[in-house]
């Protein structure tokens, strides 16, 4: 059983940054790929970002390319999410997620941190 959890989530500005992390517990996790999805109340949860602990290759919705950065210690089976110039629209549930093979369909997700960016 593999184990998330998230944290770093709160309250920021516009134009703002936070550093979200992810403490994975449970599992070797050489083989996984690691990322970050948000939901929205309404809607749909959307993937933000994924790293595979091995080759360390990195992706990322065009929505935050440029802004959002993951990274991940492989000594402390954490990951990093530094969001930068934050907005509004970045508000969100944002969930630390596990998978074996296609970093957009996990199998393991965290319980979620709250980010709220105000304008």
């Known amino acids: 059983q593999v184990q998330l959890v998230e944290s770093g989530g709160g309250l920021v500005q516009a134009g703002g940054s936070l550093r979200l992390s992810c403490a994975a517990s449970g599992r070797t996790f050489s083989n996984y790929r690691m990322g970050w999805f948000r939901q929205v109340p309404g809607k749909e949860r959307e993937f933000v970002a994924g790293i595979g602990w091995s080759a360390g290759s990195t992706y990322y919705a065009d929505s935050v390319k440029g802004r959002f950065t993951i990274s991940m210690d492989n000594t402390k089976n954490t990951v990093y999410l530094q969001m930068n110039n934050l907005t509004p629209e970045d508000t969100a549930v944002y969930y630390c997620?596990?998978?074996?093979?296609?970093?957009?369909?996990?199998?393991?997700w965290g319980q979620g941190t709250q980010v709220t960016v105000s304008s």
């Open positions: 997620t596990a998978a074996l093979s296609n970093i957009r369909i996990p199998g393991y």
